[in-house]
């Protein structure tokens, strides 16, 4: 459909989208307006003019600072760039020039630049944001639409639309894990935040790819997790460590309530109707108003949304070579 070197291309409006994610990862964990005030320095609030708005050669040119006042500009902003604009350029490869696939294209542009989003909200702050949860799946239930009114074969799977599908799945299995954990361990086992964020993966990418993404996940999260936990641990005093579990376990009536809501996507619909959510869920869960409350993470929390959203990327990406290697291995394990 295009030329191989309109990758290129792909690759800056991909570091343009990731500029405004930078908003997006700055703003929309504090309540704030994505549209106003227009992009400025947060030191010396001056507003950023067209000279600082290129992606990447901005920052760069600029030698990483604020051209006004001088203060060094996070590397975050340049590191969200170069990373949505390579998964800009991935999905353009593989649905504009290998295939011919533009409404694939836009679906996973738009899921991998939420996805990213959530990323590193989720590193700074320990929290998904709702509206990410609630636009991953409305985009996927619209791909849905669009499938079926193209007779895609993928439309459906076991008979319903393959979006409510996936979503169900992804629900399922954290709140599963979730369920269990708190079941047999009392330990609050997975964050809300991620079993949304799950069925917000199964809703795009649906059933085999989704279940592929969290095993993804939890393969790259046990490495670099495990890592990290190591390497802070050494830092810090034995005794700092044993306080890690006082906190009291959330209830499984909760539990139940909130997973059902989950399922009913009551969180999603309340984005509109907020009056819906405080009914359902009350106003605990929804911490996204006040994320500097008192909660501080311990030593061993490590976030597992990043690692659900690398997962979730990753599979969209190699989604076919990677079923066929587990299909070959399960014909291979069960002798067939
Ligand atoms: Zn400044």
Same mark, same amino acid.
């Given at each position: 459909?295009?030329? *191989?070197?309109?990758v290129?291309?792909?690759?800056?409006?991909?570091a343009?989208i990731?500029?405004?994610?930078n908003?997006?990862?700055?703003?929309?964990?504090?309540?704030?307006?994505?549209?106003q005030?227009?992009?400025?320095?947060?030191n010396?609030?001056?507003?950023?003019?067209?000279?600082?708005?290129?992606?990447?050669?901005?920052?760069?040119?600029?030698?990483?600072?604020?051209?006004?006042?001088?203060?060094?500009?996070?590397?975050?902003y340049?590191?969200?760039?170069?990373?949505?604009?390579?998964?800009?350029?991935?999905?353009?490869?593989?649905n504009?020039?290998a295939?011919?696939?533009?409404?694939?294209?836009?679906?996973?542009?738009?899921?991998?630049?939420?996805?990213?989003?959530?990323?590193?909200i989720?590193?700074?702050?320990?929290?998904?944001?709702?509206?990410?949860?609630?636009?991953?799946?409305?985009?996927?239930?619209?791909?849905?639409?669009?499938?079926?009114?193209?007779?895609?074969?993928?439309?459906?799977?076991?008979?319903?639309?393959?979006?409510?599908?996936?979503?169900?799945?992804?629900?399922?299995?954290?709140?599963?894990?979730?369920?269990?954990?708190?079941?047999?361990?009392?330990?609050?086992?997975?964050?809300?935040?991620?079993?949304?964020?799950?069925r917000?993966?199964?809703?795009?990418?649906?059933?085999a790819?989704?279940?592929?993404?969290?095993?993804?996940?939890?393969a790259?999260?046990?490495?670099?997790?495990?890592?990290?936990?190591?390497?802070?641990k050494?830092?810090?005093?034995?005794?700092?460590? *044993?306080?890690?579990?006082?906190? *009291?376990?959330?209830?499984?009536?909760?539990?139940l309530?909130?997973?059902?809501?989950?399922?009913?996507?009551i969180d999603?619909?309340?984005?509109?109707?907020?009056?819906?959510?405080?009914?359902?869920?009350?106003?605990?869960?929804?911490? *996204?108003e006040?994320?500097e409350?008192?909660?501080?993470?311990?030593?061993?929390?490590?976030?597992?949304?990043?690692?659900?959203?690398?997962?979730?990327?990753?599979?969209?990406?190699?989604?076919?070579?990677?079923?066929?290697?587990?299909?070959?291995?399960?014909?291979?394990?069960?002798?067939?």
């Open positions: 459909m295009f030329a *191989e070197w309109t290129v291309i792909g690759f800056y409006i991909g343009a990731g500029s405004f994610l908003v997006v990862i700055y703003r929309l964990p504090k309540g704030m307006s994505l549209w005030p227009p992009s400025h320095c947060p010396c609030n001056h507003r950023l003019g067209v000279p600082d708005l290129f992606p990447l050669f901005s920052f760069l040119l600029s030698g990483r600072r604020c051209r006004y006042c001088k203060k060094p500009v996070s590397w975050r340049f590191w969200v760039e170069i990373f949505t604009g390579a998964v800009w350029a991935g999905f353009w490869w593989q504009l020039v295939n011919e696939d533009p409404v694939r294209f836009i679906v996973l542009a738009i899921f991998g630049s939420l996805l990213i989003a959530a990323i590193f989720d590193i700074a702050w320990y929290i998904i944001p709702d509206s990410i949860n609630a636009w991953l799946l409305l985009i996927g239930l619209l791909y849905n639409v669009w499938l079926i009114y193209a007779n895609s074969p993928i439309a459906f799977t076991w008979g319903i639309p393959s979006a409510i599908a996936g979503a169900l799945v992804g629900t399922l299995a954290l709140w599963g894990v979730a369920f269990l954990g708190r079941l047999f361990f009392q330990k609050d086992a997975m964050g809300h935040g991620d079993i949304k964020l799950a917000g993966i199964g809703a795009v990418i649906f059933v790819p989704a279940l592929l993404s969290f095993g993804l996940a939890i790259v999260g046990a490495i670099i997790g495990g890592v990290q936990v190591m390497a802070r050494r830092g810090q005093a034995e005794e700092e460590i *044993e306080g890690d579990y006082d906190e *009291e376990p959330e209830s499984i009536g909760s539990l309530k909130c997973g059902l809501g989950y399922v009913l996507a999603a619909i309340g984005q509109l109707f907020p009056k819906l959510d405080k009914w359902w869920f009350g106003e605990e869960p929804q911490a *996204e006040n994320p409350d008192d909660w501080q993470p311990t030593i061993t929390t490590i976030p597992f949304g990043p690692y659900l959203a690398l997962g979730a990327l990753l599979a969209a990406y190699f989604e076919i070579p990677l079923l066929e290697l587990v299909d070959s291995y399960w014909k291979w394990a069960t002798g067939s």
